[in-house]
């Protein structure tokens, strides 16, 4: 019996830690008004190198519940000590933002994710898409209006000079 698990124990202290990737979906809020909408955001964490075939997942099939706003994707990187070695997590952060045409219940379905030569699933999500609450709808390009903006300025003694601009 000795003879069986010494050298499997020396196999499995002396082999690599296997690769963990996890893929999850998540919204900022269960609920969205129809004007200022939601953020998606699909994260793929693993201990891997990132690479280029981890790309940001189609969503043309929102399109008929779902006005897609901005699309952007970010990157962080994090280790950590952990049994005697570092220990690196990077994650790359997909985010959507998302506006209901309509209200009423809406499902975000499943998307496929390419990560680590796998492909993974996400999670359906439902939301809510609710009427702005009787506040005004206001354009998704809103721009508030500008206004003179007031600073100070300093003089060429250190005098204080209030000013508005135009």
């Known amino acids: 019996m000795k003879k069986i698990v010494l050298p499997v124990l020396i196999f499995f202290l002396t082999c ?3 690769a963990k990737t996890t893929v999850e979906a998540s919204v900022d ?8 909408g939601l953020t998606y955001t699909i994260q793929v964490k693993t201990d891997e190198q990132l690479t280029t075939e981890t790309g940001m997942p189609d969503l043309s099939v929102l399109e008929k519940d779902f006005q897609i706003g901005s699309q952007y994707q970010s990157t962080s990187f994090a280790s950590k000590y952990e049994n005697g070695k570092f220990v ?22 499943s998307f496929q994710v390419r990560a680590g030569g796998k492909v993974f699933k996400t999670d359906p999500i439902t939301i809510e898409a609710v009427d702005s609450g009787g506040r005004q709808p ?8 500008a206004t003179a903006p007031q600073y100070r300025q ?3 003694y250190g005098q204080q000079q209030d000013r508005q601009t135009a």
Request: hydrophobic letters at 25%.
């Open 16 to 18: 690599p830690v296997f």
């Open 29 to 36: 809020s269960a609920s969205a008004t129809l004007e200022e």
């Open 88 to 109: 690196f997590e990077r994650s790359r952060y997909y985010r959507y933002k998302l506006f209901p045409l309509s209200e009423g219940k809406k499902t975000i379905p």
């Open 138 to 145: 206001r354009a998704r390009n809103y721009q508030p209006p």
């Open 154 to 156: 300093y003089g060429q």
